[in-house]
């Protein structure tokens, strides 16, 4: 079984070898033929100057005699001359070499960084992103547990063996010319402990890969303390220290692994080792005894002294196989993230057949705001023992608003996750403008919903991007983004950022500004209208106030007829002066519509929405006499 494991480990290393070397072409053709070009001269240089100072040797012995005018005073001033020659060459060729493999390296992780975000960007939902085995490959992607080593790092690598290889193998034969059988022994236990040194390297990448889990929890706990998000909590309770530890005691626990790893192969290790220092040392007391004898002549004697060097030189590749193969590591991860995601998208296409199937691929149907309907749907999130939504039927009117209230948990969330196709229901359906969403593209039906989440982004980036990013072709349009900043009630605080509408919205950044809560919230509300500018005709808004002051809240509400006119909206809120303003409410409970009406309708009844309507009102009552 262990060997069968490492028989599997050796083909995948062999693989991702084969891999990374298959983008290079994509990196660049002319680099590549550069590099190719610089490893051959950077390798063989050295073995013809070993040649070379063979000849310098015996000439100069001849021109001791004879004088530096003698004819062998001008063979070895002209040895010289091709030993410095090559000497340069040398140099040249693994400086370019360094230089050709890093930039290819560098585009070769480039590509490969783009290839993990497009494959993690193709579903249009969600769930792939909620899975932890996902997550750990995605942390491998970006090299954690591999020491900062990528898969460029690793062509970096490649490219110096392959010029030592050149180098040593040009070694080996010089030295076969001495004794055939001798250069055999080199070749085999420089191969020998090549094997051993990459296994080890690889059973500890095999080990550092299964404790990526670790690892991210580790780096997680690390980050708390080096990040500022959490710092002012961590500095109020006294967090320091406890996290600390946590890290290095998770740390070490992964890293144990790693070491025993590395230790349990540190026989086989020796034994390799052993038979290297023993060839070398034969080859050179072969070598003494030979000029003792006079066997060889002082030519000959520093040629086969060198090349039994370079033979040797392959084996200065401790840092090389660590390079290359911790390099390598983060290879499979990449091709398993793809893997993943090309899983989502065909869970994506494998809901039942669309109820419209000849429209698949469309938009939703044109014309102003949608009719959501939504009959009999049933969604659990992955591995949960309960569905949050159970056989909920809804109909939200098109062009109208329609306020979702409910208990912490309730499902709310939910139920916009699953209109804007981040998952998809495990039954029932949801239709817009009569076609089931299944039947739509996934990607133009997102590109026509405009939100802001309970959880907006708050990009760091200019204040610009952060209005222009909820449609990206109005982005440039200043007037645009003014009038949406305008409406939003943040067009003067963004104004007065130090750079402006050039500000990144963070102080960390030269020239960036920081916003406030309820500012921040006012740039997500400013990014959901000029989404509805550029023809959005669903407006998704949870909790859109919840950090606005009151006075804040009156008049982003005293504009929201105008702001949801013709377009289908969605307003979650707890808080009932909000939801009031909505033409239909509907209580979610139990994972069903619990109650459906408008305000007046629902206090009229009696029922669950008056009952919390008055606990509010009571709560508020005292403050507001
Ligand atoms: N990505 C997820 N994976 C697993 N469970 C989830 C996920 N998101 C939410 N849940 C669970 O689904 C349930 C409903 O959550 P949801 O966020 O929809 O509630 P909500 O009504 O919006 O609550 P709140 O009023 O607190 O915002 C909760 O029990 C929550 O723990």
Known sequence: MRDRLRGLGERARGSSRLAVLRLLPDAGRGSVAGLAAAIVISGLAPAAAVLVSGRLATELVAAARGGLGSPAGHRAVLAAV???????????????????????GARVDGSLQRRAIRAVNGPSGVAHLDDPSVRDLLSRVAGVGAGGYTPGGAVAGLATRAGQSLTSGVGIVVV???????????????????????RGYLAQTQVVARQTALMRRAGYLRDLVLTPGPAKEVRLF?????????????????MEKVWAARHGRRRAFAAALGGVVAVNFAAYALLAGAALRHAIGLGALVVFLRAVTLAASLNARGQQDFQIEYGLSGLPAVTAVERAARAAVAREKAVPEPVDGDRAGEGPPAGDGLELVLRGVRFGYPGADRPVLDGLDLTVPAGRSLAI?????????????LLCRFYDPDAGTITAGGIDLRALDPYRWQRGIAAVFQDFARYELPARDNIGFGALRLAGDGAAIEDAAARA??????????????????????????????QWQRVALARALLAVDAGARLLILDEPTANLDIRAEAAFYDQFLDITRAVTTILISHRFATVRRADLICVLDGGQVAELGSHADLLGRGGRYAEMFAAQSAQSAPAAS
């Open 82 to 104: 091709e030993l410095a020659a090559l000497f340069l060459a040398g140099q040249l060729g693994s400086r370019l070499s360094a230089a050709l493999a890093t930039s290819l």
């Open 176 to 198: 076969g010319f001495f004794h055939w059988w001798l250069a055999v022994a080199l070749l085999a236990v420089n191969v020998w402990w090549g094997r051993e040194s990459r």
């Open 238 to 254: 006294g967090l320091t220290g406890w996290l600390g530890d946590r890290f290095r005691a998770e740390w070490d626990s992964a």
């Open 405 to 417: 209230v409910g208990v912490n948990g309730a499902g709310k969330t939910t139920l916009i996750k």
């Open 489 to 518: 009630g943040i067009l003067d605080a963004l104004r007065a950022l130090p750079r402006g509408w050039d500000s990144p919205l963070a102080r960390h950044f030269d020239g960036g500004g920081e916003l406030s809560g309820g």
